[in-house]
């Protein structure tokens, strides 16, 4: 489950976000520039590592860890977290900890509730998103997992009115269009797969998950628009209902087995690193997003592709056919003109324009431009105010 997002909306920049807005005006500079390389990177490997983590932790040899298990892990630990964060803010008055959260929970209990639905789809995607990368190598699963971008586009336009240019629109069009051939890639064994793998079944969770991911921040950032709760504080909030949710589903799924095997039945130091990035990657990221505009974020999707590519390659033995580099260039491509800001997206345009007649296009009068999404998983820009990454694999 990514973590709220501290960039882009005011409701996002929480007491304990970190503002890019800190830095005086004369410094900008060199400090900012290292500052976003630094964020670049961040992004890069935590979009590509989750993935390629759980893909290693569920293809070793030997007793298989139980993925529920580790979806209650990582919702525990991030909210111990985020509990630790509201502490120090609190400078470490355990009585105004207490009393603030008695009202932020309690009192307000109507707030609290709604935050169940975000929740419970956000750990029912954790769930999927293992289920996915089981049965899809990394490199395919990174690709169609970018559908999300779609999805959240698409809830964006229906729940909160807003429209999209042309070219986000053409660039949607881009994107699925990839995704489709690198999944005919795929259903054509385009490269040998265990026995134990189901495409097909690893497609319908990543659809699954990408439709869950984007309903869910959608509804998340409508919810929050009229909220002041912090970032740290709604990240508790989904903690608390995510580990109790979790448990239930672990009941339902695998309680017997766990009940007879034990509840860290196959956990190793990969396992370990896998709940780890999953509690604290979100949260890093929420951090440093603050310093990363939507060109940079679009361009640490692209990178992650191509770094799970070359990763699933040396790791895995995966093969890349001309099919899958098409495809996978086509989201690339469609992730980069998504994010483009929208003074570059009319400049686009009306350099096609020039060549094929005027445009007639206007931008309705007193609306204002549609917000630029990005396809990293964990940030409000594309998953508005998400709290669970990928990223997840609710990731992300």
């Known amino acids: 489950m990514a973590a709220v997002g501290s960039g882009g909306s005011p409701a996002a920049a929480g007491p304990g976000a970190v503002s890019a807005g800190t830095l005086e005006p004369g410094t900008t500079t060199a400090a900012h520039r290292r500052l976003k390389y630094i964020s670049l990177a961040v992004l890069v490997v935590q979009n590509a590592s989750l993935i390629l983590s759980i893909r290693y932790a569920r293809t070793l040899p030997g007793d298989r860890f ?25 400078r470490g008055n355990v009585k105004h900890l207490v009393l603030f959260l008695h009202e932020a ?61 042309r070219l986000q629109w053409a660039s949607l069009l881009l994107l699925f269009t990839g995704v489709a051939i690198v999944q005919a890639q795929q259903a054509g064994g385009g490269s040998p797969r265990p026995l134990d793998q189901n495409p097909g079944a690893g497609l319908a969770a990543v659809v699954a998950s990408c439709l869950s991911s984007g309903f869910a921040g959608v509804y998340f950032e409508k919810i929050l628009k009229g909220s002041s709760g912090s970032v740290w504080l709604r990240n508790l909030q989904l903690g608390l209902f995510g580990t109790a949710l979790g448990l239930v589903g672990l009941w339902w799924a695998e309680g017997t087995a766990v009940a007879h095997r034990g509840f860290f039945f196959g956990y190793t130091p990969a396992v370990w690193g896998v709940v780890l990035n999953q509690a604290f990657g979100g949260l890093l990221v929420a ?110």
Do not use: W
Request: hydrophobic residues 45%; charged residues 10%.
């Open 66 to 90: 139980f993925a529920t298990t580790a979806v209650v892990m990582a919702e525990v630990l991030k909210g111990l977290t985020c509990l630790l964060l509201l502490f120090a803010q609190k």
């Open 105 to 165: 929970v309690l009192v307000q209990y109507v707030d609290t509730l709604k935050l169940a639905v975000p929740s419970l789809i956000y750990t029912l995607q954790n769930n999927l998103q293992y289920v996915a990368i089981s049965n899809l190598p990394a490199a395919t699963f990174q690709v169609t997992y970018q559908l999300k971008i779609l999805t959240t586009a698409l809830f964006s336009v229906l729940m909160l009115n807003r429209s999209l240019s």
């Open 287 to 396: 951090v440093v997003v603050k310093y990363a505009d939507n060109i940079l974020k679009g361009f640490a999707t692209s990178l992650s592709i191509v770094l799970s590519t070359v990763a699933s390659i040396r790791l895995f033995g995966f093969h890349v056919d001309p099919l899958f580099a098409l495809g996978a260039g086509l989201v690339i491509g469609a992730v980069y003109l998504y994010s483009l800001p929208r003074g570059a997206a009319k400049a686009i345009a009306s350099a096609s324009a020039s060549t094929s007649g005027p445009c007639t296009h206007q931008q309705p009068p007193g609306q204002p431009p549609p917000p630029q999404l990005s396809s990293h998983r964990g940030d409000v820009s594309t998953e508005p105010l998400l709290p669970k990454l990928l990223t997840k694999v609710k990731g992300s």
